[in-house]
């Protein structure tokens, strides 16, 4: 393979459809190799855009804007960042000949729970929380009534946590239905009605795929194990602390709806752990938010591996070096400009790194930073990033 420099001609480079925190790691990684970088996103000043380039601000549901942008440019490989993509212009782009990380209907799929739920339950018979399919009030109370109280409803396509709403009697099911499609991405009233199960922990397998020259070939992380007390991420670590038969079920399911849909790249395959069951729950296209810990404790970075897969390049080991955890930096109100305070006591705890995002406003809830930490053990590592998280405030 042949890697020119970047903005002279024989360049290689890569386009983000989405330019947030993900999209930065991956951005900086493809400029640690001499690729041009180009980075899209529906505003402006989004992380990547600091690291990259070039910058285009568009509406990415428009297929028209998302065409004209990537003939302009003509990349080499096209990376979805977000979930807020036409991905039926994607599929018309890898038409054309475009290379869609890791593939457009790969993408497409991901991105709609119900597709993704009959892909996984239905056709590959991977175990599952017991569902059905909804598209009004009326067949989210049947639903509701087969599966059993408390049930859990899910808009077709949201991203982040958006949308789900749990259901505890049956007089909350209009409001809840209201409220899950209300955060729906695009004009769809269809939601997933899912049993609730207690969870006892989630782990992340990141499952990578990349071309050997005699084949595609893939394989997975160790196991990243993160806690939600709500709907997003919160906290993350490596190792993963539960048993061995656990693990080796959830990589046989991560690897099984991987090869399935195909392509190359990192997938984001997430298991759920209740009890004696092992599920799967989604899977993300893409680095995932829970992986940011592999910034800390691997040799080499989900983000790292997902530009060598989309360049063509080999990862055939990857190794865990440290036991390593990430906890967000959570902004607590709406502000244009914020401000970080405390950085340096933070980093006065020994073994702590911080990410800041540079997004140029907040809002509550909405992640502004990671920080990552490595100890002798896993929760060593887990109480110096809670401790440093949460001596940095937002303002």
């Not at 259901?167 to 939601?191: F, L, M, T």
């Not at 595609?216 to 993963?240: C, L, N």
């Not at 440290?322 to 006065?348: D, F, Q």
Request: hydrophobic residues 40%; contains cysteine; proline residues 5%.
């Amino acid at each position: 393979m042949e890697i020119g420099t970047p903005l002279l001609e024989g360049s290689k480079k890569l386009m983000l459809l989405g330019s947030g925190e993900l999209g930065k790691e991956i951005a900086i990684e493809a400029q640690r190799m001499g690729i041009e970088v180009v980075a899209v996103d529906r505003y402006d000043m989004a992380p990547a855009m600091h690291v990259a380039h070039r910058k285009y601000v568009i509406d990415m549901m428009d297929p028209s804007a998302l065409k004209s942008i990537v003939k302009r440019e003509n990349p080499d490989g096209i990376i979805t960042e977000i979930e807020a993509i036409n991905t039926d212009a994607l599929i018309d782009l890898e038409d054309s000949g475009y290379k869609i990380i890791p593939n457009a209907q790969a993408v497409k799929i991901c991105m709609n729970r119900i597709e993704l739920r009959r892909l996984a339950a239905e056709k590959l018979k991977v175990p599952t929380t017991t569902y059905a399919f909804a598209e009004s009030a009326e067949e989210v109370r049947k639903a509701c009534r087969d599966i059993g109280f408390p049930c859990l409803i899910k808009p077709e396509m949201s991203s982040s946590g958006h949308g789900h709403v749990l259901i505890n009697k049956e007089d909350e099911i209009e409001d809840a239905y209201k409220e899950s499609i209300s955060h729906a991405r695009g004009k769809s009233k269809r939601v997933i009605v899912e049993e609730y199960v207690k969870i006892d922990t989630e782990l992340t397998i990141l499952t990578y795929r990349y071309n050997t020259g005699n084949g595609i070939v893939t394989k997975t992380f160790p196991p990243v194990e993160h806690q939600r007390p709500s709907y997003y991420y919160v906290e993350s670590w490596q190792p993963a602390t539960v048993q061995d038969d656990v693990v080796e079920k959830a990589k046989s399911y991560a690897i099984k709806v991987v090869e399935e849909l195909g392509g190359v790249g990192i997938f984001g395959v997430e298991i759920i752990k209740s009890g004696n069951r092992v599920l799967f729950s989604e899977v993300s296209p893409r680095p995932h938010d829970t992986g940011m810990v592999t910034m800390a404790s691997q040799d080499i970075s989900e983000f790292q591996v997902h530009v060598r897969s989309a360049l063509g390049l080999p990862t055939p080991e990857v190794r865990l070096l440290t036991p390593a955890a990430s906890h967000v930096i959570l902004a607590e109100r709406e502000e244009w400009n914020p401000k970080y305070l405390n950085l340096e006591k933070a980093l006065e705890i020994p073994g702590v790194q911080v990410r800041l995002f540079g997004k140029p406003y907040s809002y509550e809830k909405r992640r502004m930073g990671v920080v990552l930490a490595n100890g002798s053990t896993v929760e060593e590592a887990k109480e110096k990033a809670r401790k440093a998280a949460a001596l940095i405030l937002v303002e």
